[in-house]
């Protein structure tokens, strides 16, 4: 049996902004957040986006805080292609560890990168990197991870 990435039958139309406030500020007391703080953080999150311009926040949006592969809510992280330096959606923690080492083909994974939120709303987006602050740039020619994972320390010792 096949199994797809849940994005694939959600709807694709992108709640309104208001309907976007409401659902987060009615999510806000169970993070742990008061009716201001809640406040503070969507007005973050909107200048935020507004910086971007770009459909990353747009498909935050659409994902409503679901994996786009189990479809669970949880913590998600944004899934970016390494290959092109584009953002494909957004994962759960697992879920993206697993889709960057499932390389089998004709799996859920391989599905989902074949057709991820990105490419069902048409957005396009650079994945900007949170700990560098660079945008990510196309990689080019494709890395062999092969020869990147020897034991430098064991080089030497005969191993």
């Known amino acids: 049996m096949m199994v797809n990435p849940l994005c694939w039958y959600w709807p694709t139309e992108i709640p ?11 999510q806000a007391p ?14 973050l999150e909107c200048a935020a986006d507004a910086l971007a311009a770009d459909g990353a926040a747009l498909l935050a949006q659409w994902q409503d805080g679901r994996c786009a592969i189990c479809g669970k809510a949880r913590d998600l992280v944004c899934d970016h292609d390494h290959a092109t330096g584009l953002v494909r959606g957004w994962l759960c ?10 390389l089998e083909p004709d799996t859920i994974f391989s599905r989902y990168r074949e057709r991820h939120p990105a ?8 994945y ?3 700990v560098t602050g660079e945008y990510a740039q196309p990689r080019g020619e494709p890395v062999d991870w ?5 034991d430098a320390a064991s080089e030497d010792i005969g191993l």
């Open 119 to 126: 490419t069902i709303l048409g957005l396009t987006a650079r």
């Open 146 to 150: 092969a020869d990147k994972w020897t």
């Open 30 to 43: 169970l993070r742990g957040c008061t009716p201001e703080q809640a406040e503070v953080l969507w007005s």
């Open 93 to 102: 923690q697992s879920c993206n560890t697993t889709e960057g080492t499932n």
């Open 128 to 130: 900007l990197d949170p």
């Open 16 to 26: 309104s902004p208001d309907n976007a406030k409401k659902k987060f500020l009615e």
